[in-house]
Nanobody, 124 residues
């Protein structure tokens, strides 16, 4: 079966950095665009970043642009999210997801598979 497993969440202070990783199995990883989404208590799931099949194009939400970097290693079936200069507003459960598309990757409905999430908490 398909599995997406996130690692790297934790509790940090504002201004610090975290690196999230997502390990995929049970799918042809290079055939999927990969995305990161997050959901805070009382809020809907929102787009954070995405990267296309070969890693040629990356996209970011305005709220994280310049601070977060998404990358992938198709040989290792992994996608990562480097998060720098974290802010309290970044506090959320972060989800890794896989999409068969290359367009409209900001839309959660375009992703077929989802991980279980990893919690990121940023204190003031």
């Amino acid at each position: 079966q398909v599995q997406l497993v996130e690692f790297g969440g934790g509790l940090v202070q504002a201004g610090e950095s975290l690196r999230l990783s997502c390990a995929a199995s049970g799918l042809t990883f290079g055939s999927y665009s990969m995305g990161w989404f997050r959901q805070a208590p009382g809020k809907e799931r929102e787009f954070v970043a995405a990267i296309t099949w070969s890693g040629g194009s990356s996209y970011y939400a305005d709220s994280v642009k310049g601070r977060f970097t998404i990358s992938r290693d198709n040989a290792k079936n992994t996608v990562a999210l480097q998060m720098n200069n974290l802010k309290p507003e970044d506090t959320a459960n972060y989800y890794c997801a896989a999409s068969s598309l290359v367009l409209s990757l900001h839309r959660p409905t375009n992703y077929r598979y989802w991980g279980q999430g990893t919690q990121v908490t940023v204190s003031s």
